[in-house]
């Protein structure tokens, strides 16, 4: 089975600061791992992916992404915080030999000017 | 290109009242999402179809959901009697394809009060 967490429910940084969301997994084989925004009243809108290659994953908006397979995490990035990140993010995992995206439960980030 | 589009946006019903959702994906993708997501959780996957067949529905409900794709294209989700637990976002996702790693692209969804 496979499961994520997003062990922070919210995130708090004054903008120019670099922000970090983090998320761990658990998959059986190499997982694909994927970062959603939500805005609100708004759906999911994707930031990025990792499937292989390079650790390093970048995204939408000046976001990246780092991935750590010994420590089974994927956390999100952006090195200076704009007020308009302020959002809901959702890290996702899905293991190649399913077809189910597996949600963690969100973290919501408030970027204070 | 545009979206993903869901219909209505709102809703408000009574319990054991019934309510039906539209979503038009993605022109060319082929598999269809339909999730729920309840206040503080992430999106539950309801049901998935690739083109007009179903590949995943172990977690509707279907004593009460139901949910097709005719032509292939369009879906329509309903719930029949609905409960207050049903009180939810109905988000619809749609992707190139299910296999492979490609990204799902979401639509606005259906907020649903159920009173």
């Known amino acids: 089975a496979q499961s994520v967490a997003q062990p922070e429910d919210q995130v708090n940084v004054a903008e120019g600061n670099p922000l970090t969301v983090k998320c761990t997994y658990s998959?059986?084989?190499?997982?694909?791992l994927f970062w959603y925004v939500q805005y609100p009243n708004r759906g999911l809108q994707f930031l990025l992916k990792?499937?292989?290659?390079?650790?390093l994953v970048k995204g939408s908006y000046g976001f990246e992404a780092e991935f750590n397979k010994s420590q089974t995490s994927f956390h999100l990035k952006k090195p200076s915080a704009l007020v308009s990140d302020s959002a809901l993010y959702f890290c996702?995992?899905?293991?190649?030999?399913?077809?189910?995206?597996?949600f963690g439960a969100g973290t919501t980030v408030t970027v204070r000017a | 290109e545009a979206g993903v589009a869901q219909s209505p946006r709102y809703k408000i019903i009574e319990k054991r009242q019934s309510v039906a959702f539209w979503c038009n994906p993605i022109?060319?993708?082929?598999?269809l999402y339909w999730y729920q997501q309840i206040l503080g959780q992430g999106p539950k996957l309801l049901i998935q179809?690739?083109?007009?067949?179903?590949?995943?529905d172990s977690q509707l409900p279907k004593d009460r959901f139901s949910a097709e794709r005719l032509k292939g294209v369009d879906s329509t989700l309903k719930i029949q009697p609905a409960k207050l637990e049903d009180s939810a976002v109905y988000l619809c996702?749609?992707?190139?394809?299910?296999?492979?790693?490609?990204?799902?692209?979401f639509g606005p969804g259906t907020r649903l009060t159920v009173t």
């Open positions: 996702a749609s992707s190139f394809t299910y296999r492979g790693p490609h990204e799902q692209y």
């Open positions: 998959v059986s084989g190499n997982p694909y």
């Open positions: 990792y499937i292989t290659g390079d650790n």
């Open positions: 996702a995992v899905r293991d190649p030999n399913d077809y189910k995206l597996s």
């Open positions: 022109s060319g993708h082929a598999t």
């Open positions: 179809f690739q083109n007009n067949g179903v590949v995943d």
